[in-house]
């Protein structure tokens, strides 16, 4: 690994604490770091003077406004087989695929947990949908389950735990095709 210019300069000048104030690091130095000191041509010294750096509070102007207090939540698209089609439908395509590899490498790891925490925060976007009235409570039930198991594939495909991840894939599907029964005559149904 080499080290810019500007981390070695820092480094030199006693600046990482100023330079990295939010707890990162200067790559290590390392041997092949910098040049030998012979090619490295003159060398200056520079004297640096500590300089405090005090806080300083910022006051939010009196007259802005929170932009959410007059435009709360609201569906982009109301039309739930279009929600479904565009949100849900290609990231569970892709999940299948993902999760029908029996050896996950990075990569495949990785885009389980792109699409599991797609499918998990798509959960939420569900409450907002979905019937008033009497089914409002079974169709909350069925977004948070499918959320929850989304959630769970997520933090197992962090884990790279794959028997955690496939159960939790599973689950997921069947929270899924619960809903789909109650509330679309059972059509749509999903497969692992």
């Known amino acids: 690994m080499t080290t810019s210019p500007l981390w070695t300069c820092a480094g030199a000048l006693g600046l990482t604490a100023l330079a990295f104030p939010f707890g990162l690091t200067a790559p290590p130095q390392t ?16 004297a640096v003077e500590p300089v405090a750096v005090e806080p300083v509070a910022v006051e939010p102007a009196a007259d802005v406004k929170d932009p ?39 990569k495949a790891w990785s885009a389980v947990k792109s699409d599991a925490l797609i499918l998990a925060e798509a959960g939420n976007l569900t409450l907002m949908r979905g019937p008033q009235g009497e089914d ?49 005559d059972g059509e749509h149904m999903l497969t692992p």
Not at 77 to 103: C, G, I
Not at 138 to 153: C, F, I, K, Q, Y
Not at 160 to 167: H, I, M, N, P, T
């Open 68 to 106: 959410v207090a007059d435009r709360p939540l609201a569906p982009v698209e109301t039309d739930m087989h279009e929600f479904m089609e565009y949100v849900y439908q290609p990231t569970y395509r892709r999940l299948k695929a993902s999760m029908a590899a029996e050896e996950k490498d990075r």
């Open 31 to 46: 041997a092949d770091a910098a040049p030998p000191a012979e090619s490295r041509g003159p060398v200056a010294t520079v």
């Open 136 to 184: 409002r409570a079974a169709w909350n039930a069925h977004s948070v389950a499918t959320r929850d198991a989304g959630g769970a594939l997520y933090r197992a495909a962090k884990a790279k735990d794959e028997s955690v991840a496939q159960q939790s894939y599973r689950t997921m599907i069947q929270h899924c095709n619960a809903c789909h029964t109650q509330f679309a």
